[in-house]
Each structure stands twice: as structure tokens, then as C-alpha cells.
């Protein structure tokens, strides 16, 4: 449901300095440069219904994160891979950035494992 409905759905972030990001599906051989000061707006709801980077995008399909997933069309994404979960939920990591309903590296909410613990609890109590 998280990759679904994501809360934020859109995470906010400003450049500290000059960057390329990789194209990815952007289409610019290049990458995407950004400049210092530049606020960034990721859009976690079309991400994670990105049919570039989800196999049945708008289904919900719990079974999703037991199975490994990649597209070559999207250059520089690794694809979800659930061999690198350290824990029992899917994160950035598993899925290359595909995945960040709780946002990602060092900004990344803290409370993401308490969120995912106490939604797990409320299904088994419903």
C-alpha cells in the first residue's frame, strides 16, 4: 500500500552543489545536470507507479518484493533485487531508488522501520 499511496507523496530536496544525476528514463545521454540551489521535487506517487521501473504498476501485488525485477531500457537502474534486503521490509536499496515512500540515504525519515512495524501489527489485529 506504501508504493502505492506514499506519504509524502512528493519529497522536496535543494542541491548543496553542483551534480549530474544519471538519465535514467530521461532520455539525455548526458545525465541531468543540476545546479547549487536548485530545489529538487520527487514525486514518489508516479515513481512508484512508473511502469519503467514496476512490473504491473498499478496493481497491488504484495508477492512484488520476493522477486527480482529489471528493465535494460532504463539506463543505470539496478532493479529491484530482494537478495539485498537486510531487513524484513523493502527499501531504497532492494529497488535501486524505485522504492522510497519514507524517502532516501542520509535524509531518509527515521521513523521508517517503527512505520512499517506498527502497520504490520495493525493487519495481524484487524
Known amino acids: 500500500a506504501l ?5 509524502p507523496p512528493v519529497l522536496i530536496r535543494r542541491s548543496r552543489k553542483d551534480d549530474v544525476l544519471p ?5 539525455l545521454k548526458d545525465g541531468v545536470k543540476v545546479l547549487r540551489g536548485t530545489d529538487i521535487f520527487i514525486s514518489a506517487w508516479n515513481l512508484h507507479r512508473s511502469e ?3 512490473e504491473n504498476a498499478s496493481k497491488f501485488d504484495p508477492t512484488r518484493w520476493e522477486r527480482s525485477f529489471s528493465n535494460k531500457s532504463v539506463p543505470g537502474w539496478g532493479g529491484m533485487n ?3 534486503s537486510k ?6 536499496i532492494t529497488t ?3 522504492f522510497v515512500p519514507f524517502g532516501g540515504g542520509q535524509r531518509k525519515c527515521i521513523g521508517d522501520q517503527f512505520a512499517f512495524l506498527e502497520a504490520t501489527v495493525t493487519m495481524v489485529c484487524l
Request: glycine share 16%.
Open 96 to 98: 535501486d531508488f524505485a
Open 52 to 54: 519503467e521501473l514496476w
Open 23 to 27: 538519465a535514467g528514463g530521461s532520455g
Open 3 to 7: 508504493r502505492l499511496y506514499p506519504e
Open 87 to 92: 531487513g524484513l521490509y523493502p527499501n531504497e
Open 82 to 84: 530482494p537478495d539485498l
